[in-house]
T-cell receptor, first 112, second 113 residues
Framework: AQSVTQLDSHVSVSEGTPVLLRCNYS??????LFWYVQHPNKGLQLLLK??????LVKGINGFEAEFKKSETSFHLTKPSAHMSDAAEYFC??????????FGRGTSLIVHP | KAGVTQTPRYLIKTRGQQVTLSCSPI?????VSWYQQTPGQGLQFLFE???????NKGNFPGRFSGRQFSNSRSEMNVSTLELGDSALYLC????????????FGQGTRLTVV
């Protein structure tokens, strides 16, 4: 069995300040982990993925995430938020058996 | 290259009717998966097709079905629509499997009245 918990339903930051979106997971097997972003009225776009290579994963638009097995976490960070980062973010776990499980999403609000 | 195309973008149907949604994957992608997104349940996996075969299935009733054609285009069908089927239905394509990189379409917004 697998599950994903996104610890915050909403995160509010000021433009230019760091972003931290938290994700904890559980999986019976070594999973692949992903972060996706969804802008209003759009489909999901892959930000980054972890597939058991480097534990620090760099993605698009300045985002990165660190896989911490001991903490079963895969938190998403960005050093400096931009107004265009305002969107819904989803953490996803996908084990070898394929069926992906999505977190409930974190809405990132960026204030000018 | 062209992205994942879903048609139609919006649909309004009446309870008890059936509906068919279409998804055209990125050229060369053989895996197509479908998801339901609602405010209450979030994003849930429906099923995945690979080379015209259903390879994985989520926990949805049999009213939800799909198929994939030889050109990898996929359709999803929902029969005997219920109010609770109102949702954004997303399709994603990938080269081999969704635990590689998946590319999502913009979705079909289905409203059941």
């Amino acid at each position: 069995a697998q599950s994903v918990t996104q610890l915050d339903s909403h995160v509010s930051v000021s433009e230019g300040t760091p972003v931290l979106l938290r994700c904890n997971y559980s999986s019976s097997y070594s999973p692949s982990l992903f972060w996706y972003v969804q802008h209003p009225n759009k489909g999901l776009q892959l930000l980054l993925k972890y597939t058991s290579a480097a534990t620090l994963v760099k993605g698009i638009n300045g985002f990165e995430a660190e896989f911490k097995k001991s903490e079963t976490s895969f938190h998403l960070t960005k050093p400096s938020a931009h107004m265009s980062d305002a969107a819904e973010y989803f953490c996803v776990v996908s084990p070898w058996s394929y069926i992906p499980t999505f977190g409930r999403g974190t809405s990132l609000i960026v204030h000018p | 290259k062209a992205g994942v195309t879903q048609t139609p973008r919006y649909l309004i149907k009446t309870r008890g009717q059936q509906v068919t949604l279409s998804c055209s994957p990125i050229s060369g992608h053989r895996s197509v998966s479908w998801y339901q997104q609602t405010p209450g349940q979030g994003l849930q996996f429906l099923f995945e097709y690979f080379s015209e075969t259903q390879r994985n299935k989520g926990n949805f009733p049999g009213r939800f079905s799909g198929r994939q054609f030889s050109n990898s285009r996929s359709e999803m069908n929902v029969s005997t629509l219920e109010l609770g089927d109102s949702a954004l239905y997303l399709c994603a394509s990938s080269l081999e499997a969704v635990n590689t990189e998946a590319f999502f379409g913009q979705g079909t917004r289905l409203t059941v009245v």
